[in-house]
């Protein structure tokens, strides 16, 4: 009985609310702002003066096709041929570790740069109205497309801000005093989330051995429908913890020492039982994969030690989290990006804009093999 009611619950899901093709990568799309007046970005309520530290305040474009989930601001100063890009984006996970680290390697990895070497180690800074160091900064030398490179980066709220930064006069100690300027001269929010001081992520001190490509595990209609709720359950008690004015907590990850086609880190969960994330790109988007915490709901008492829980494959965009087939097994970063690249998502849950969640099945996810 109880299977049934659970296929019924999905059947009508997916009637409703069927998950819709994947878009095709939109152009960017240009917002107007008034001359000499700041650009409020309503959602974050983050202000963007018109010039900052001598920069003027140039394109302003949301790259998230409508939503101003993924917004992007230049500034330029031509006379010192120093460019900066402020962007702005709905981070799955809205955390200053990952996300800076995500930012820092993609700039130790750019071929563009040539050499690339660290002006030391990563700078603990605070924003105006700040009690505590909650961001990260850090310059580059580079040997090519200019002197010196860097990144600022926090995670507010919701949000993520990070200014980067590229200079062709400026060396790494010059450009990393410019990028503290500029993030102190960012028009933030009178009220801030709740903060915690930053720490980056370290190394994998016992980094895991991946195996052999994990096999599908058996489809469960109960569990497909609680990964589809994990998005929406995640969501609600973050935003909870802020409303209660607690801090987030320091995400336990480390950085595996593999990366994807030699860019993309791979952070590793603490923990035998752990899983890992994959950046896919450095805007907030993450390739999760980790034990479904769920399914332990529909296993009695009795049964718990019968089987372990599955893997959960799971894709976390700005707006929404897409839920692919679980396996038996870990499957190996490779696999999980093939996972991601290949497969169709099993669920999509909304997990921003008006309206509260909505969750979206795939009528092939009612299919039996």
Known sequence: MQKTIWRLAIALAALVAAIPASPQNQAPTAIAAKAGKPWLHKPSGIALPATMDGFARG??????????????????????????????????????????????????????????????????????????????????????????????????????????????????????????????????????????????????????????????????????LLGAMMGSLVTDNDQKARKKGKAPAAPTLCVHPDRIGGRLPIYQGEGDDAGYVIPLGDSGVLLDVGRDSLSGLLTPDKDKDASPTPWLVMVKRLDRWLQYPSYVTLPPPAQAIDIFQKEKPLSATSIYGKGGTRISISPDAMKKD
Not at 154 to 169: C, D, F, N, P, Q
């Open 59 to 224: 394109e302003i474009l949301d790259l998230s096709d409508g939503p101003l989930l993924d917004m992007s601001i230049a500034y330029d100063d031509p006379i010192g041929r120093t460019h900066v890009n402020i962007y702005i984006y709905h981070a799955a996970q809205p955390s200053t570790a990952l996300w800076f680290d995500v930012a820092a390697t993609m700039i130790a990895t750019n071929e563009r740069f040539g050499t690339v070497t660290p002006q030391g180690a990563p700078t603990p800074f605070a924003i105006p109205g700040a009690t505590v160091a909650a961001g990260l900064r850090q310059s580059f030398s580079v040997t090519q497309i200019g002197r010196s490179s860097g990144v600022a980066l926090i995670g507010l709220g919701e949000w993520v801000v990070k200014l980067r930064m590229t200079s062709a006069v400026y060396d790494a100690a010059q450009l990393d005093a410019a990028m503290n300027r500029m993030i102190q001269q960012v028009g933030w929010p009178k009220k801030l989330p709740p903060l915690a001081a930053a720490t980056p992520i370290r190394s994998c001190a016992q980094p895991r051995s991946f195996g052999p490509p994990a096999e599908k595990a058996k489809q469960d209609d109960a569990a497909l």
